[in-house]
């Protein structure tokens, strides 16, 4: 059973930085995508950074030039480093992985919380 544990979450004054850790354990066959989602009450859960296993990686144009995704394969760890934030990235941040393209499994960590509030 694969599990996703976050952390680094908490509460950051506008236009200030936090750094969101992800690691993943147990067996999976590959890791194709490890990335990271966002939901706020009453809303869909909706992602903003992915990073493949090809080095490649996308963001929402909401936090693009803001956030910066990184991947350490050999750990199984992903990276979150968010910076100039704003109130409206307040939201639940949830890891997320995915083993293989075709035919994979997704998988998705408990959320960690992230306030951004003067």
């Known amino acids: 059973q694969v599990q996703l544990v976050e952390s680094g979450g908490g509460l950051a004054q506008p236009g200030g930085s936090l750094r969101l850790s992800c690691v993943a354990s147990g067996w999976m066959d590959d890791i194709y995508l490890m990335g990271w989602y966002r939901q706020t009450p009453g809303n869909a859960r909706t992602w903003i950074a992915m990073a493949g296993n090809d080095g490649t990686s996308n963001y929402a144009d909401s936090v693009k030039g803001r956030f910066t995704i990184s991947r350490d394969n050999a750990k199984k760890m992903v990276y979150l480093q968010m910076d100039t934030l704003k109130p409206e990235d307040t939201a639940i941040y949830y890891c997320?992985?995915?083993?293989?393209?075709?035919?994979?499994?997704?998988?998705w960590g408990q959320g960690t919380q992230v306030t951004v509030s003067s």
């Open positions: 997320y992985l995915r083993t293989l393209l075709i035919a994979g499994d997704d998988y």
